[in-house]
């Protein structure tokens, strides 16, 4: 029958979508099926009124006890159904929700159920698609770590994300190369943000001293927000570049994939200056754009 479908009220995702609600269900028993949700919590409430009646000596507290945990749990499945409908859209097609593990749903759905502000489900949301397309690309580690975080802490990591750059074979990482500067401070990007998402474990941050990659070749790929680029070093072998004064951590690192940040006009020029500025310290000899053929 129409009514037992799952899928009815989150639209036609095709058949990822299909394979994501199936495996969620086989996870948890059922308790995730978002077609189901509303019938669950439902049920559920009229039990509980039926046996709160049928036994004349539980008291008043008690009674306010039950209606509190029915309501507590309608609450956290209509949440939990909100993150599932919001996760579809970003399913590829080629999604293997089936490899998920069942452990790490649980977890999943365990930290988001309380979570309603709508920026939050649309980041959780993201969470389970990108586990979906590829399990094992975020760790109950990091699903604790976001369990964890508000709104302000989101935004600030995203204002972090814009200034990401990639290098080869798969860095990411923030070139923030002069804390306090206009570029950094007028896009969000502050000594006090760092400070705050270094003691939320997303960052490290050296406000002094900064970071330095070494062992670098003669050239060296790297990306900015789909622009890609080649640094062009003196020497041969052995080189090294000051990447500022932030490391992505390991959850950083997943939560930066997903957070919907987007490049900064201006930031290759000011990144550009300022290397060539250190030019004769850090032995760059030139950083040229290469067309994105992407």
Not at 8 to 33: Q, T, Y
Not at 182 to 190: E, F, L, M, R
Request: charged share 25%.
């Amino acid at each position: 029958m129409s009514g037992d479908n799952p899928l009815i009220g989150l639209g036609d995702f095709g058949p990822a979508a299909k394979r994501l609600i199936e495996k969620l269900s086989d996870g948890i028993g059922g308790i995730c099926r978002p077609g189901q949700i509303r019938r669950v919590a439902r049920a559920e409430a009229d039990a509980a009124v039926i046996h709160a009646e049928a036994d004349i000596e539980i008291k008043e507290m008690q009674q306010r006890a039950m209606k509190r945990m029915v309501i507590e749990q309608a609450r956290d499945q209509a949440n939990i159904e909100e993150v599932v409908r919001l996760a579809l859209p970003h399913l590829k097609d080629d999604a293997t929700p089936e490899k998920m593990d069942n452990d790490w749903i649980a977890s999943f759905f365990d930290q988001c159920r309380i979570v309603s502000n709508e920026e939050m489900q649309t980041l959780w949301g993201r969470i389970l698609a990108s586990e979906a397309n590829e399990a094992g690309s975020f760790s109950k580690r990091t699903l604790r770590l976001v369990s964890d975080l508000d709104k302000q802490d989101a935004e600030m990591f995203t204002a972090l994300c814009r200034f990401i750059w990639g290098f080869k074979p798969s860095v990411l990482q923030p070139l923030i190369l002069k804390v306090g500067a206009s570029i950094y401070g007028d896009n969000g990007v502050t000594f006090g943000s760092l400070t705050h998402l270094d003691d939320i474990g997303l960052i490290t941050f050296d406000g002094l001293g900064g970071f330095t990659r070494k062992r670098f070749s003669g050239e060296v790929d790297a990306s900015y927000w789909g622009q890609k680029f080649r640094f062009h070093f003196a020497e041969a072998s052995g080189n090294e570049i000051n990447i500022g004064n932030v490391l992505m951590t390991q959850p950083g690192i997943q939560l930066a994939r997903i957070c919907g940040a987007q490049g900064i006009q201006g930031v290759p020029d000011y990144v550009f200056e300022y290397y060539q500025s250190h030019a004769p310290k850090m032995g760059i000899a030139c950083v040229l754009p290469q067309p994105d053929t992407a």
